[in-house]
């Protein structure tokens, strides 16, 4: 019974982080309804950067939120000058424009950081007050940030008017530009907060898994089975989605299969989820087209 | 065409066919297996720009065909003791299958969600490669290691041995000949019609007759099939298979070669084989991620100002050419 | 007195399809002008053209108030800014969201959060409905609610003229008969100048000052509404007697 609980407990912590970068890949679809390949490279080169800067000897919650803001920027940066010219091209060109992108952070993880595998530091050390039994300090520390940054989203969502010219521009943009929103800056703001997330859920995992160019590339796949489970139109259910995915991934690993083919557990709950289920758990529109 | 266009056509083809059937002696062994290399990955690009470029429907994906087919060969060869000739048709027929079965769920995906589906099954493949419990059959981690077929006959010229790696060259040749010509037969014809019009306009393709769930399953199934069986070929061409050589990297270089050579273009899949074989060699030499760099902006790069790829470049510009009045 | 707005050698393009063909027209402040015309006579793409929603060429001379601007070539965002509000046909309602938020977008351009907050309320004053529902979500109102709620939500933007595209679209006539009524007290009240677009010749040219009539792209007829209401063909062909 132990080992169960310490399963599910791994598993939920695991899956705040699956829930934040399939957060960031619902936002950015709610705005442009793309899917961002290049989600989980974008995070990684983060991460990159905040490891340059505690190597250069910051201070480790100097160099997070320095990281995030220039991740926001990033973001905003690609969609303004890479994504725009081709908003309305067909969706081919766009994934194309994706994959590429993907390729081009991954290049530059690797040309700048080199490919040796990297420790990268947790500001939650293992003998802090914060450790429990059934999960450790970092865990427990990375959840509550990754929390925060919810709660924070969420707020901003419903309480601030760019969070609701954002919602608005996403779910109607003509509507939307007779009010006067400058709805192709909404994008560019959508992908700022979606690389900001990103950065965020790096610099939770570098800890746990080491840091290096590939680092996020099963974690991504996690992240898209998390969001299309909870509705990939759905903020929330994205968050639920992952940690409905972190708790599948340990038990299914413990109990059913074993450990070596968790991505294969992404794949077929993802291929699952689109031809069974479209709308995930919680989500509004259909995928259906023949 | 004038009648003095044609006799230059046919000029200019016997030249590069003599080129074509000398080259492999014009060069070291090692040259030569790189141009094999190039002919495998053309058929491979040829078969997903059926789907991707002339269907419509998106696969980031192939590259799991692609290591099907190569450990079909393999196993084949290794554990079976079937020829080398004889693995290719039965790669062909297994991976058709396998790409009809993926075809079924995909047909309720459109667009980017396809892309991601067929972008989660690449990402599995190493994996289910690794997997312990079929290690009697894949070889696990290690993979399989083949011997190259020897040539059925042995001489020598121009100075140069008619060596392993230079009978697979003609082998390769002859097997991608046939395939781009069944492609071009395909596509000239309703099929080829049939392919295109769900591409842009199912809801009209239904209404004229054509079969939706059925055709594009098919699409899918031979698309798959091509591409199985250059996986084939390149196992025997590289003598060689393991799960770490069918990561989601060789799926992405697929689709910048279907890019590169021009979506929709059946020459283009050679142009797109040249480039993915040997830009990573030269760009190896400035640093280890440089080709992923290059590959990345030249997506993006052509998708802004050369959609059509290199084959629609070429078009362009033979069609100013021809356009300047004549005398 | 210049003309709030004054439209010269206005055509419009769907891509390459021209739909408008070198239109003139003018709009006076303070007044409600219409314009009426069949199916596919190219009245919504006129108001889609004064928002820059569609390719235009000619001239949009627009007194907002300061100074004569252009609006051909601005962006949208630019030109709603600017006082043109647009309640487009099917409402255009952020169905999503709820009346509050829809009333609250409608203000996005705006910095006085006071007389927001007021016009909100007057907003619920003059339909008391959409009170009733103002945490609602604005999709599961009524045809006639959402309509009360697209016009409420352009009239928070304060505009110096308001454009509506075929109001009474769909609605049953006891609720058009309300919402027009509405609509020419607002105009009579707050002065809040009008450019109505409506296949309902009969309610609009009781509702405007005056009134042109668009067929297959060009201006075929203009002048007060009386005259226009008297015009033979007119009556014959839009007014049914």
Known sequence: MEALLYQIFSGLANGIIYGSVALALVMIYQATHHINFAQGEMATFSTFVAWALIEAGWPYWGAFFFTVAVSFAGGLIVQRVVLRPIEKAPVLTNVIVFIGLLLIFNAMSGMLFDHTIKSFASPFPKDSALATKYFSAHQLGSAGVLLVVLLALFGFFKYTSVGLAMRAAAQNPDSAKLVGIRVSWMLGLGWGLAAAIGAVAGMMVAPIVFLDPNMMAGILLYGFAGALLGGIDNPIGAVFGGLVVGVLENLLGAYVIGTELKLTVALVLIVGTLTLRPDGLFGKKVVTRV | MKPLDRKWVWLWSAVLLVALLVLPFLVKNYRVFQFNLVLVYAIAILGLNLLTGFNGQISLGHGAFYAFGAYTAAIMMDKMGVPYWATLPVAFVLCFGFGFLVGFPALRLAGHYLALATFALALAVPQLLKYKQIEGYTGGVQGIVLTKPEPPFSFRFLDQPFSADRWLYFFSLAVAALMFLIAWNLVRGRVGRALIAVRDHPIAATAMGINLPVFKSMTFGVSAGITGLAGALGAIVVAFVSPDSFTVNLSIFLLVGVVVGGLASIPGAIFGGIFIQFVPNIADELSKSAPAAIYGVLLIGLMYLMPTGVMGGLHRIWARLRAKPAG | ?241
């Open chain 3, 1 to 241: 007195m210049p003309k709030l707005l004054e439209a010269k050698k206005l055509c419009a393009f769907y891509g390459a399809t021209q739909v408008l063909f070198d239109i003139d027209f003018a709009i006076e402040a303070g007044q409600i002008t219409t314009i009426l015309g069949a199916n596919g006579a190219g009245k919504t793409t006129t108001l889609r053209a004064l928002c820059q929603v569609v390719r235009t060429t000619g001239s949009l001379a627009f007194n907002g108030g300061s100074g004569e601007v252009q609006l051909v070539g601005k962006p949208t965002e630019s030109v709603v800014r600017m006082g043109v509000a647009h309640v487009p046909d099917g409402r255009g309602t952020f169905t999503a969201l709820s009346v509050e938020d829809n009333l609250k977008l409608g203000a996005y351009v705006r910095k006085d959060r006071a007389e927001v907050a007021l016009d909100i309320e007057k907003a619920y004053t003059r339909f008391p409905r959409l009170a009733e529902r103002r945490h609602q979500q604005a999709g599961t109102l009524s045809g006639g609610e959402q309509q009360m709620l697209a016009i409420s939500r352009a009239l928070m933007l304060r505009p110096r003229l308001l454009l509506l595209d075929e109001p009474s679209f769909g609605l049953a006539p006891l609720i058009v008969a309300e919402i027009f009524r509405i609509m020419m007290k607002i105009n009579q009240e707050d002065g809040v100048s009008m450019l109505l677009v409506e296949q309902n010749a009969n309610l609009a040219l009781d509702l405007a000052h005056h009134a042109y009539l668009l067929e297959t792209g060009q201006v075929a007829l203009s002048g007060p509404s009386e005259q226009i209401k008297n015009d033979e063909s007119v009556r014959r062909a839009y007014l049914g007697y």
